[in-house]
Every structure is written in C-alpha cells, then in structure tokens.
C-alpha cells in the first residue's frame, strides 16, 4: 500500500514562504498524480494544486495562482509545494493526496484522491 508523509508546515509571517515535501512509500507505482489540499476549521477540503507524477501536467486554484508553485522529484517520489507571498487566508492544514489524471489534467476534486497524508499545519501571521 501506498503511503504518503508530508512535512514542512510551520508558522510564518504574511508575505513570508514555505515549501511542502510530500513523500510516497510503499507500492509507488499506484498514483498517476499528487495533488495538495487544504481544509480550515468549519470550511470544505479544498484543492490547491496538483502535478503529474512525471511533472509534465500541472494545475493550480485561481486562489494561489502566481503564489504556489508545485514540482515533483521522479527518483525520489516527491512532490513539492512552494508557496510564496503567503497571506493569512492560507492558514490552513495541508494535506497531499494521490489524485488522477483526466481529460489531460490532474485532478483537484476530492472524489479524484485515493491516498492521504496526515497533514501539516501551515499559520500564516505576524
């Protein structure tokens, strides 16, 4: 079974940066994408942004557009989030999630996920 272990969160002042590392084991053979997500108490998971394994596909929300940038490590079975300018709205636990590839683009929507990670807290504020 495929397992997915992210790290990176923290407590950052707005407009500072983060970078996500979601990292698979176990049967790595059993995603075609990665995608990140994130949920804030009361609210939906939402979907941030997304990347094919081979990185050649990407998509991001029109929320961090120009702000998140995702990237993915093919040796290692990574999956990065670079997430700069970073505004208090971006509070939130993030969680990457393998996802899928449709229509040639990788999925956002949570009925497109199959294996989770934990889950890091990310705190933007001053």
């Known amino acids: 079974q495929l397992q997915l272990v992210e790290s990176g969160g923290g407590l950052v002042q707005p407009g500072g940066s983060l970078r996500l590392s979601c990292k698979a084991t176990?049967?790595?053979?059993?995603?075609?994408?990665v995608g990140w997500f994130r949920q804030t108490p009361g609210k939906e998971r939402e979907g941030v942004s997304c990347?094919?394994?081979?990185?050649?596909?990407?998509d991001v929300a029109d929320s961090v557009k120009g702000r998140f940038t995702m990237s993915v490590d093919i040796a290692d079975n990574a999956a990065y989030l670079q997430m700069d300018n970073l505004q208090a709205d971006d509070t939130a636990v993030y969680y990457c999630?393998?996802?899928?590839?449709?229509?040639?683009?990788?999925?956002?929507?949570?009925?497109?996920?199959?294996?989770w990670g934990q889950g890091v807290q990310v705190t933007v504020s001053s």
């Open positions: 990347i094919s394994r081979a990185g050649t596909i990407t």
């Open positions: 999630a393998t996802t899928a590839i449709s229509l040639g683009r990788c999925g956002l929507s949570l009925n497109q996920t199959k294996y």
């Open positions: 176990g049967f790595t053979l059993d995603y075609s994408a």
